[in-house]
């Protein structure tokens, strides 16, 4: 526990990742007046650090974002079809997607709580975190939590979106 922040759970943060698997790292602060509820859960993605994290990045190539509801992260050949008609860079929208199934349940659960979810990363970070925000409001809306606070700060943040999804967001 570092300056009211409690650890809640971690993947690769330090010790290396996967291809579209980035490193994060996410952390709680309990509001004073209800220890029950955390006030605050920060989502960290970290940036560009290894040689998997640099394939993520070479990704460029435009894919479908957000990816269509029936994708199966299992297949590796699923085939990405354009539900929304916007599309973003291929190796971050994949890494999104892996952060989005890794998290998504306790993410959504803490904002049914109350909780605000604060999403930042920086670099690779920020374009993973800004795509998962986007998936993250979506899947929040579809379970009638629309009031939920999420917020995403990124640093260095690469232009990995088209203009149609940049201006939804």
């Not at 004073?32 to 990045?57: C, F, M, Q, Y």
């Not at 992260?73 to 890794?102: H, I, K, N």
Request: hydrophobic content about 45%; aromatic content about 8%.
């Amino acid at each position: 526990r570092q300056q009211g922040y409690a650890l809640l759970f971690e993947n690769g943060w330090g010790d290396g990742s996967a291809v579209a698997q980035p490193g994060f790292i996410c952390v709680a602060k309990r509001d004073p007046n209800n220890e029950s509820a955390p006030k605050a859960a920060i989502l960290a993605v970290r940036g560009t650090a290894s040689v998997h994290d640099v394939a993520t990045d070479v990704r460029a190539f435009p894919a479908p974002f957000p990816p269509p509801p029936q994708h199966d992260p299992a297949d590796p050949e699923c085939a990405w079809t354009a539900v929304s008609g916007t599309f973003a860079f291929a190796g971050m929208a994949r890494a999104a997607q892996w952060l989005y199934d890794e998290t998504a349940p306790a993410l959504f659960a803490l904002a049914a709580a109350g909780t605000d979810i604060i999403l930042t990363g920086h670099s690779l970070g920020a374009g993973v975190a800004s795509l998962l925000t986007v998936m993250l409001r979506n899947g929040l809306d579809e379970r009638g939590l629309q009031n939920a606070r999420v917020k995403c700060y990124g640093f260095a943040t690469p232009a990995c979106v088209d203009r149609a999804l940049a201006e939804q967001a």
